[in-house]
């Protein structure tokens, strides 16, 4: 499942996956696997997320927390 506001949240600053990872220090594949909801991030991963576009994490990644 794709993760279309983490996705939006992205292009709304105009930028690339390859850009995200690097301003996170994260690999761009491990980026774009987050963003097709292929991979699961952790914690610390999520908050970092939700700190780089300031929204809150729930918001970017409603998948990982309906059940909250």
């Avoid at 390859?18 to 991979?39: N, P």
């Amino acid at each position: 499942m794709k993760r279309y506001p983490l996705i939006a949240a992205r292009v709304a600053l105009d930028k690339t996956q390859a850009q995200v990872a690097k301003d996170l220090c994260l690999s761009e594949v491990y980026v774009r696997k987050i963003e097709a909801g292929d991979k699961k991030p952790g914690r610390e991963t999520i908050i970092r997320f939700a700190r780089y576009y300031q929204r809150p994490a729930h918001e970017l990644f409603p998948d990982i927390f309906r059940d909250f």
